[in-house]
Nanobody, 120 residues
Framework: EVQLVESGGGLVQPGDSLKLSCAVS????????ISWLRQAPGKGLEWLST???????SNRDSIGGRFETFRDTAMNTVYLRMNQLRPEDTAVYHC??????????????WGQGTQVTVSS
């Protein structure tokens, strides 16, 4: 059974950095495609990035290079390193299997999410 568990969220101040983790079980990362998404209060689900089974990464243009997605295959974990955080980054962050396209069709497995709050 494929399972994903997010962790690493918390309360930070504007300008801080934070690293989120997505621990994957039931499948290897070299055979998986994993995406990061977030949902802010009162807003819809927003796709952030996808790391493909070969390790290549696609990012949402609007994050402006502040976020980095990478993986540790030995730990079977995908990470989201967030720099220069802003209040508008406040959201529940999720990881899920698949791409934005497949996720939009209702496919894939999701983690439970981790809360990130950016406030002064």
């Amino acid at each position: 059974e494929v399972q994903l568990v997010e962790s690493g969220g918390g309360l930070v101040q504007p300008g801080d950095s934070l690293k989120l983790s997505c621990a994957v079980s039931g499948v290897t990362l070299r055979s998986s495609t994993i995406s990061w998404l977030r949902q802010a209060p009162g807003k819809g689900l927003e796709w952030l990035s996808t790391i493909y089974n070969d390790g290549t990464v696609s990012n949402r243009d609007s994050i402006g290079g502040r976020f980095e997605t990478f993986r540790d295959t030995a730990m079977n974990t995908v990470y989201l390193r967030m720099n220069q955080l802003r209040p508008e980054d406040t959201a529940v962050y999720h990881c899920a299997t698949g791409t934005a396209a497949t996720i939009s069709l209702g496919e894939g497995r999701w983690g439970q999410g981790t809360q990130v709050t950016v406030s002064s």
